[in-house]
Structures are given as structure tokens and as C-alpha cells.
């Protein structure tokens, strides 16, 4: 019996308004991982009035999305949408580098693509 890994794991740290969130994503998301994850960013965000948040999105394991986990990113995007300074998008996939630019139309900080960790965190400290 085989079963396919998938999920979301994620780290945050804060430091007065500032929040540093670490996020992997491993294998194809569903709607249940985003029912789990999205009440934790919620609530640490709520916490602050204007919070400003740095993220690191580990998606070298990310094979993608079930449809409607799809549409519980988007919204999760568009509900922090000011509150994201810089997003660092690891992978290994052309379609995560596309998703990167895209992700720019929604987010109103810096979203980056880096096909390796060193160049992320460098750009999220800079």
C-alpha cells in the first residue's frame, strides 16, 4: 500500500509588526490542508494592527493543486494582499517561476522566483 504525501507545513516568527512565515508545500494540495493552514495565518496576523510579512515558499516537493485548493490560495492571497512586503518562491518547476509573475498581479509586495535557497533568503534580508 503506497500513499501520496501532501500537505503544508509552516513556521512563523514575529518580531513586532514584522512577520517572517516559512511555508512547504509537498505534494498536490486540497481544500483540507488550506482549512488547516489559512486559521493559522489568520490568527497570527490578526494579532497586529499592520502587519508586514516576509515569506519564503518552499515548493520544490509542490507537484500543485486540487481546483478548489487553487481558489483557497487565491483567496488567502487576496485577504493579506497588503500585508505581504516580500514573497520568495523556492522550486524546480518552469510553471512555479510563471506562477511567481503572476502571483505579482495580486500581491502588492515583491514576489521573486530562486531555483536555489541561498538566493532567496539573501533577497528576503536585503
Do not use: C
Request: hydrophobic content about 45%; proline content about 2%; overall charge negative.
Amino acid at each position: 500500500m503506497s500513499t501520496d504525501r501532501h500537505g503544508l507545513s509552516i513556521g512563523i516568527e514575529r518580531s513586532g509588526d514584522n512577520f517572517f512565515l516559512s511555508l512547504k508545500a509537498v505534494g498536490t494540495l486540497t481544500h483540507a490542508d488550506y482549512e488547516v493552514i489559512t486559521p493559522l495565518i489568520d490568527s497570527a496576523l490578526a494579532t497586529v494592527k499592520q502587519p508586514s510579512v516576509d515569506m519564503l515558499v518552499d515548493g520544490t516537493e509542490l507537484d500543485g493543486w486540487e481546483i478548489r485548493a487553487a481558489w483557497d490560495d487565491f483567496k488567502l492571497g487576496l485577504k493579506h494582499n497588503n500585508e505581504f512586503h516580500k514573497i520568495a518562491i523556492l522550486g524546480n518547476k518552469k510553471w512555479q517561476e510563471l506562477a511567481a509573475k503572476i502571483g505579482t498581479w495580486f500581491i502588492s509586495g515583491e514576489v521573486k522566483y530562486f531555483d536555489n535557497i541561498a538566493d532567496a533568503t539573501v533577497w528576503l534580508k536585503s
